[in-house]
């Protein structure tokens, strides 16, 4: 139990300040991440800084509502993210962390932001991970999956839509399984919502224009009018060409592939744009 205090500063609802006390016993920098807990409310959270003093953790205002609690109020504060195996976190509005790994680094399947946070998109990457394996291709498969509270169905994303957990991987003991490979091809399903683009597919990351658009056409074949499918970066804001993008730290050449969906997507395909994926990495890797 670690006392709290506000601090303004920290602008971004998922960063905090911690003690230096408590980073030397976590060994924490900035750039990585703690679990927070309020009684049954969890989050994760990135450490922007330390701070001299008694006071464990600070928080700006959007901070405090992110986990329902005020400056002054008493919290847990642990130095890994995960709070338990998938049902325990289902059921307590956790965080859970899954690896299915290959001794080969062939195919690497990553979804961050599964679970509730962005609903399906777990269930993609197993989906893939499974034809695949059916098909006998090697892969490994990294994922995390984060629940609502108790108190709000709508929570999830924002207690644990992870950011950059490459940075912070001694928080998450399943990642740091792998954090020294690297794979042929790197593959994440992800849920956008952005309005304008509510109809849209975004295929990117750091792969070769010609392989993000083999898979957009497998995706545009599959989908038919259902959606539409982009792979020229002109074309999306959500690019996912960020190094620290786990799809690309762990691909070997640049070949990462992010694919971006619209709610519907996500809801209702959460079997054919796996398929569709499967296809293209049958053919190349």
């Not at 989906?127 to 098909?135: D, Q």
């Not at 658009?213 to 995706?219: D, G, R």
Request: aromatic share 10%; glycine share 10%.
């Amino acid at each position: 139990m670690v006392s709290t205090g506000k601090t303004t500063g920290l602008e971004d609802k998922y960063h905090c300040s911690i003690s230096q006390e408590v980073a030397d016993q976590f060994g924490k920098k900035p750039g990585s991440h703690v679990r927070v807990e309020n009684g049954p409310i969890k989050a994760y959270a990135v450490v922007e800084e330390m701070h001299d003093g008694s006071v464990g953790f600070k928080t700006g205002s959007d901070g405090w509502e992110r986990i329902l609690s005020s400056p002054g109020d008493d919290v847990e504060l642990y130095g890994t993210v995960p709070t338990g195996d998938y049902v325990e976190a289902w059921m307590e509005g956790g965080l859970a962390e899954t690896l299915w790994e290959s001794s080969e680094d062939k195919v690497l399947i990553s979804c961050p932001h599964g679970g509730a946070a962005e609903v399906n998109t777990d269930v993609m990457g197993a989906h893939c991970a499974k034809m695949l394996m059916g098909s006998g291709v090697p892969v490994t498969t990294w994922m995390c999956h984060g629940f609502e509270s108790y108190y709000d169905r709508k929570d999830s994303y924002s207690r644990w839509h992870l950011k950059k957990p490459v940075e912070a991987v001694d928080a998450y003991p399943q990642l740091q399984k792998i954090i020294d490979r690297r794979f042929d091809c790197v593959v994440g399903f992800h849920l956008q919502s952005i309005k304008k683009h509510s109809n849209l597919v975004m295929v990117g990351g750091q792969a070769s224009d010609d392989l993000r658009k083999l898979v957009a056409e497998s995706l545009q074949d599959a989908l038919g009018g259902y959606a539409d499918v982009a792979w020229r970066y002109s074309e999306f804001r959500l690019t996912g060409r960020g190094d620290l993008n786990s799809i690309n730290y762990f691909a070997k050449d640049g070949q990462g592939i992010q694919i971006e969906m619209p709610p519907k997507v996500c809801r209702n395909k959460f079997k054919t744009v796996p398929r569709a994926v499967k296809n293209v990495l049958l053919d190349h890797f």
